[in-house]
C-alpha cells in the first residue's frame, strides 16, 4: 500500500464501553506503527457518551483518556449534554466509529448516527449490530448513494474476518453459511455436554465468569446468533433479509437427556445458525463429533459452502473488547487504503 | 442397483444373448453369477446385478424384460434395489405416551422407515428423550420426511432435534 506521506485521518467515536476504550487503547499502541510502516496518522477528535462528549478539533490526546479513565469528564475536553446525533454533521471528520451497545428492537441512535455520517461525508465503521440485521440494504444504499464506505467486521464473530470473505471469496460463489455465532450458547452445552450438568447450572456457571450476562435471553434464545446470520447472509450471498426471516429456536429448553442420548451417538447438540436455500434459521442440530462445527467452549466457527472449493472455515474468540477492538482497526486501515493510497 | 436372475438353457452363447439386452439399453454390468454346479433340466440359474441411469430406469428397464422374454428366457427376479441413506433425530417430550407406533407410522407413509429407536427414560409421567434412526431411499429427499416429522412434533408438543 502506498500512501501520501504523512496523512492525518480524523475519526470520530461513539460509545466508551468496553469496545471503545479497546479501541482508544488499540489504536495509542498501534499509532507509531501506522505512521512509520504506513506513513497515516489516525487522530480521534470526538469521543462521545451517553451524557456529553470529549472534542478537540486537532485530537484528543489518548495518552489522558487513557489514564484519566473514569474522570475523562474532568478532562478539559469535555463538553456536558453535547450529543452526537446533533454534533456529527458539523465535525469535520473522515471516518464515524460507532460502538454503542446494541438496541435490539430500534438499532437507535446508532442507525441515526450512522446516517448522520453518511450524509455528510464520513465513512462509517461500526461493531453496533441492530443497524445492520433491521436495515441494511437502506444503509448499503445510502452509503452508495452518497459514495461512502461502510464496514462492520466487527459486529459478526469479532475478530474472525468472516464479512471480508465477501471479497476475498469474488471469484466463488457462496451458496451457505452454516455457524456457530454465540459464544454463551455454545459454552453452556459445551459444558452440558463434558459435565453432565443441567441447562440452569451451566448457564449460572457462565454468568460466574463473566460470558453471559445477566439477563442472558438475547443469547440463549437464539437473538443475537440470528441477528449475526442476517449480515452474513446479506452480506455474503447478497440477501435482503432482516431479522423478521429467522425461525429462531432457542436452547433454555434442552435437558440432559438430550445432550447425553446425542453423545452416546458420538454427536453434540449445538446451537447452529444456518442460511441455505433462501432460509434463516437458528436452531439446537445435532452435530458430529468430527464435524468442523464441533467446537467448544466460547469460540466461534463460521463454515461457507463454496460452489467451487467445498467448504472454507473460520474459526476464533467471537467475542471481547480486544478482539472486537482489532476488527475496527482493520476496517480503519481498509477504508484508508480505498480512500488514501495512490 | 438392479438384480436379475434367469434360468438359462445350457448351450454355448445363451449366456452371451441374455446379456445383450442388458448392455444394448444401457447397462452396467456389476456381476454376473452362472453356476453349473446349480444345474436342473439342463438349466442354469444366472444372477446379475447392473446399474441402469436414472434417466433410462422408466424406458429401458421395461424394454430389457421384453427382449429377454422374447427370447423365451424365464425371469424369475427383476428387481430395483434402491440405495439408501440414513439420518438421525432427537425427539424430546412425551414421545411415547403421545403414541409412538402413530409416529413411526406416518413417517413409514413418507416413504422412510424408523430402523432403530434408542431412549432415555425417566418415570412413566415424565418426558424423555428418543434417538430415531431413519432409512429412506435416496430418491426421496430427506427434507420432506423432516418436514412431516416436524409437524408430528409440533402437534404432539415433541421437540424436535435435525443432524446438521
Known amino acids: ?342 | 442397483m438392479i438384480i436379475l436372475e434367469a434360468l438359462l438353457k445350457d448351450q454355448p452363447g445363451s449366456l452371451i444373448e441374455f446379456l445383450k439386452p442388458i448392455s444394448e439399453n444401457g447397462g452396467n454390468i456389476f456381476g454376473i453369477i452362472h453356476d453349473h454346479n446349480k444345474k436342473k433340466n439342463n438349466l442354469i440359474p444366472v444372477h446379475v446385478t447392473f446399474e441402469l441411469h436414472e434417466e433410462l430406469l422408466k424406458t429401458n428397464l421395461p424394454k430389457i424384460r421384453e427382449a429377454l422374454e422374447e427370447k423365451g428366457i424365464k425371469i424369475s427376479k427383476l428387481t430395483q434395489e434402491l440405495a439408501q441413506q440414513e439420518m438421525k433425530v432427537i425427539l424430546w417430550g412425551h414421545v411415547f405416551e403421545s403414541d409412538i407406533v402413530n409416529t413411526v407410522k406416518r413417517i413409514a407413509e413418507k416413504g422412510a422407515r424408523v430402523s432403530e429407536i434408542r431412549a432415555k427414560l425417566l418415570e412413566v409421567k415424565d418426558e424423555s428423550s428418543a434417538l430415531l434412526t431413519i432409512e429412506l431411499p435416496v430418491s426421496i429427499d430427506k427434507e420432506t420426511i423432516l418436514d412431516t416429522i416436524q409437524q408430528i412434533c409440533k402437534e404432539k408438543n415433541l421437540l424436535l432435534f435435525k443432524s446438521e
Not at chain 1, 94 to 110: C, F, Q, S
Not at chain 1, 133 to 143: D, G, M, R
Not at chain 1, 154 to 167: F, K, Q, R
Open chain 1, 1 to 342: 500500500m502506498v500512501l501520501l506521506a504523512s496523512k492525518i485521518i480524523k475519526t470520530i467515536l461513539i460509545g466508551k464501553g468496553n469496545v471503545g476504550e479497546s479501541f482508544i487503547n488499540l489504536l495509542y499502541e498501534k499509532n507509531n506503527y501506522l505512521n512509520q510502516k504506513l506513513g497515516i496518522e489516525i487522530k480521534v477528535i470526538a469521543i462521545f457518551e451517553i451524557d456529553g462528549a470529549l472534542i478537540d478539533d486537532d485530537g484528543i490526546n489518548l495518552k489522558e483518556i487513557i489514564e484519566s479513565k473514569e474522570n475523562f469528564r474532568e478532562l478539559k475536553y469535555w463538553n456536558k449534554g453535547v450529543l452526537a446525533k446533533d454534533k456529527i454533521k458539523e465535525l469535520n471528520a473522515d471516518i464515524l466509529i460507532e460502538t454503542t451497545p446494541t438496541n435490539v428492537k430500534t438499532g437507535e441512535p446508532a442507525i441515526t448516527h450512522i446516517k448522520e455520517a453518511l450524509k455528510s461525508n464520513k465513512d462509517v465503521i461500526s461493531s453496533n449490530k441492530a443497524p445492520f440485521y433491521l436495515k441494511y440494504h437502506e444503509l448499503e444504499k445510502l452509503a452508495k448513494d452518497n459514495n461512502r464506505l461502510m464496514r462492520f467486521e466487527a459486529t459478526v464473530g469479532s475478530a474472525i474476518p468472516c464479512l471480508a470473505m465477501e471479497e476475498l471469496l469474488n471469484g466463488n460463489i457462496i451458496e451457505g453459511i452454516y455457524a456457530i455465532l454465540n459464544g454463551t450458547s455454545n459454552y453452556i452445552l459445551s459444558r452440558m455436554t463434558s459435565e453432565g450438568i443441567s441447562f440452569e447450572f451451566a448457564l449460572k456457571e457462565a454468568q460466574e465468569l463473566g460470558y453471559a450476562e445477566a439477563d442472558p435471553t438475547l443469547d440463549i434464545e437464539g437473538y443475537d446468533a440470528a441477528g449475526k446470520l442476517v449480515i452474513l447472509a446479506n452480506k455474503l450471498m447478497g440477501w435482503n433479509k432482516t431479522i423478521d426471516d429467522v425461525e429462531i429456536q432457542g436452547i433454555s429448553k434442552i435437558k440432559n437427556q438430550v445432550v447425553e442420548l446425542a453423545k452416546s451417538e458420538d454427536v453434540l447438540v449445538k446451537h447452529l445458525a444456518i442460511a441455505e436455500s433462501d432460509k434463516l434459521i437458528v436452531e439446537p442440530r445435532l452435530v458430529k463429533k468430527d464435524s468442523p462445527l464441533a467446537i467448544n467452549g466460547t469460540l466461534n466457527v463460521v463454515q461457507i459452502k463454496t460452489r467451487y472449493a467445498g467448504d472454507i472455515i473460520l474459526t476464533g474468540r467471537g467475542a471481547g473488547g480486544n478482539e472486537a477492538a482489532s476488527a475496527i482497526i482493520n476496517d480503519l486501515l481498509y477504508i484508508v487504503s480505498r480512500r488514501f493510497s495512490n
